[in-house]
């Protein structure tokens, strides 16, 4: 089997995205990995042909430097743990950053929540995760939270 050196970790800044860094970042030091941590920004609703958008293009900006803050904020907390991790900011539809960072960065597991959505919310959204699992060419582990925002189980997919 071939040792894990690096691995991305997906967040949103959920409860369920902390707890899939928390994960990672466990494996990271057993491993004695790096860690790749991507924030995807869906910068879709800010994309519009309409003079409206000009306005949201600056909304666009601060949402970008604010995600950047908060992953530069995790990146500290993360060296202050010995952990080796590197940030990314991504742009456009989250499965499909994830799995190109993933590719880019040549990570040889991706961690990421899974919201447990099921039926018809399911049906309407889809699972980021579960899209992600498809179409990842590494192994993906998915963490999942009870309702009482414990870890419930995770899978390795």
Known sequence: ????KKILVATDFSDTADSALQRATQLASELGA????????????????SEAALGSLSLLEVHRAAMEQRLESLARQLAAKHVRALTRLGYGVA????VATAEQEQVELIV???HGRGGFKHMLMGSVAE???RTA???VLTVHLDPQGEVEHATHV
């Open 1 to 4: 089997m071939e040792t894990i």
């Open 95 to 98: 499965h499909r950053e994830i």
């Open 137 to 139: 060419s590494v192994p």
């Open 112 to 114: 990421m929540g899974t």
């Open 34 to 49: 790096e860690l790749v941590v991507l924030y995807v920004l869906d910068s879709s609703p800010f994309v519009t042909g």
């Open 131 to 133: 899209r992600v699992a």
